[in-house]
């Protein structure tokens, strides 16, 4: 099949993606109206039809309204977007990514408490 190779999603696609990973295999109504905005029928069959070429999406054609599924799931679409952002963005320093995270808005003490405990499990794991 074309288009097998690693492709990050568009912030159209991911907005699709989170419909799908959300509600489970829909058809192009159903994503759209799980969308919950103004996008056209056609634009986002158009897009569902992009995604489908870049392999971030599957289809069931068995039945006359085509079926679709998330191809990747959402750890790693979220995952390989990370990294891209940290390469692209922080040159692949992970630090700076956090830093800006937590200095571009306040954090919770609950969120700050949570980021503890991942830093926590993170350094108890290495060896």
Known sequence: MAGQKSVHPTKGEFRILKVLWNQGPCTVRQVQEGLRDESGYTTV?????????KALLSRNEKERTHVYTAAVPEVQAK??????????????????LILQALSSRKSSPE??????????????KKP
């Open 111 to 124: 969120e700050l408490s949570e980021i503890r405990r991942m830093i926590d499990t993170i350094e108890r």
């Open 79 to 96: 995952c390989g977007l990370v990294q891209d952002l940290i390469e692209k963005a922080f040159g692949g320093s992970a630090q700076e």
């Open 45 to 53: 069959l158009k897009l569902m039809q992009i995604m489908l070429e």
